[in-house]
């Protein structure tokens, strides 16, 4: 972003904040929205659908206005759902974590010997705060075991789940401890941060540099290692840099969504080296761990919770430990907004979107339906060979979507959806699934308004509303 826009959205939010009111601004704008300029929109980012209507319906005049006072009348507004943006109240802790860990890789060119953290700036993530139950037990027990004898009893250690499971609490946990060890020399980075800083040091002719540095590390791990696929380069120098640890006996971490077996487009040499170590998996915690996961991340917010909100909060979300997290986050906004103590009837109310009873399989009826109705076409629309962008992202969802909650092939789907190829609807799972791979954000107008939606969070809230 450039200077002057840096200063346009500090104006437009100075404006608004005056038109609205402080009580207001603090109320429903701060620490849920992410005002920004980009090249040819303004961009309001906004924590979730629900806010994003009510924020659209009460003061979408008040926006506009401070938008056209600082940028003229016709730059466009869109709204877009950020579903992290609740967490930014708890930034400078994320930022600390960041700092913490990049302190773990020293020098870009020579290994770097890892002093312990300073006792006043522990950070977040370590096995100790680590609740363990059985659907994570093997993968604790493989954490502290690599603890103990990094390299030496298996190599790698593969740990894989879901998202919000715990695989980066579990990654970082390990290297907590390990820098704590005298002389270990430790990094950790994304596949994808490995990727780049490997491209970068083949265009500036620091390759040699590169390969020094990471070789020459006793622990290396890598997160979101799925990021390799489809990287034939980065997965040729990732093996070697893979055999020169294992040659000496050297430990790589490993976390991914999926099981190496399941990771598309990775080279079988590469693959059969993850798997001759330990693969360890992270399922969705049973309703006891639920429960003890809530405590503590309750404490950890500084509002603990009463016993009859946690066991409502831990029977009814049966997701991820971001479920659980997000759960809390919603409780205690409700609280503070309500200005009411946290009772097991205000967790109902504050959750009333997510607490649903396990539905049977939807139906092709039921989904075009909710489909159509949330971009304001009609089911027929969706059946015709219409090719305008919402159209066609409608259908779009709809095929996904029925792929996933009915038990319909390809050509039954194809048929049903006004007597399409069934080649039609692959193309369509196909497409999302790069999108949802790749965290790609999905954008249409709605009537006058634009939006825009990850890919994950649309498709989530749709069978949301398919759900109801």
Not at 37 to 60: C, P, Q, R, T, W
Request: hydrophobic share 40%.
């Amino acid at each position: 972003m450039a200077p002057h826009q840096h200063t346009a959205a500090d104006q437009i939010i100075s404006d608004l904040q005056a038109a609205v009111g402080p009580e207001r601004w603090r109320v429903w704008f701060e620490g849920s929205t992410d005002i920004r300029i980009e090249s040819d929109h303004v961009m309001i980012g906004v924590a979730n659908l629900f806010l994003s209507d009510y924020l659209k319906s009460h003061f979408a005049g008040h926006v506009t206005s401070a938008v056209r006072a600082r940028l003229g009348p016709d730059v466009p507004i869109t709204w877009r759902i950020q579903p992290d943006l609740f967490q930014k109240r708890r930034a400078q802790n994320l930022a600390d974590e960041a700092e913490a860990m990049e302190q773990l890789e020293g020098s870009p060119t020579t290994p770097a010997r890892v002093a312990p953290e300073p006792a006043l700036t522990p950070p977040r993530f370590t096995l100790d705060n680590f609740v363990v139950g059985p659907c994570n037990q093997m993968a604790f027990a493989a954490a502290r075991s690599a603890v103990a004898t990094p390299g030496k009893d298996f190599h790698p250690l593969f740990i894989h789940g879901g998202c919000g499971l715990g695989k980066t609490h579990l990654l970082y946990g390990i290297l907590n401890a390990l820098k704590a060890k005298a002389g270990l020399r430790v990094a950790c980075l994304s596949a994808e941060q490995f990727t780049n800083r490997y491209l970068a040091g083949m265009r500036t002719g620091r390759l040699d540099a590169f390969r020094y540095h990471y070789r020459n590390l006793d622990v290396l791990a890598i997160d979101d290692v799925h990021f390799l696929g489809g990287k034939p380069a980065t997965q040729e120098e990732f093996l070697h840099t893979f055999n020169e640890f294992d040659g000496r006996g050297r430990l790589i971490i490993l976390a991914s969504d999926a099981h190496p077996h399941e990771i598309q487009a990775v080279q079988h040499q590469l693959i059969s080296r993850w798997v001759s170590g330990l693969v360890v998996h992270l399922s969705p915690p049973d309703v006891e761990t639920r429960r003890r996961i809530l405590h503590a991340k309750a404490r950890q917010m500084r509002h603990p919770m009463p016993d009859d909100v946690v066991a409502l909060v831990a029977d009814r979300i049966q997701g991820s430990v971001r479920d659980l997290e997000g759960a809390l986050t919603r409780i205690i906004a409700y609280a503070a907004l309500l200005k009411q103590p946290v009772t097991s009837s205000l967790a109902r109310q504050a959750l009333e979107e997510f607490i649903v009873a396990r539905p049977p399989r939807a139906g092709l009826r039921e989904i075009e339906a909710q489909v159509a109705e949330f971009f304001g076409v009609t089911v027929s629309d969706v059946h015709s060979s219409r090719k305008s962008r919402l159209v066609s992202l409608a259908r779009q969802a709809t095929m996904v979507l029925a792929r996933e909650l009915t038990d319909l092939s390809f050509a039954e789907i194809a048929r049903l959806m006004g007597g399409k190829n069934h080649t039609t609807v692959i193309a369509a799972c196909r497409k999302w699934h790069r999108l949802l791979k790749q965290g790609t954000d999905v954008t249409w107008t709605d009537k006058s308004d634009r939006r825009s939606l990850p890919a994950q969070a649309l498709l989530a809230h749709l069978k949301e509303r398919i759900r109801h």
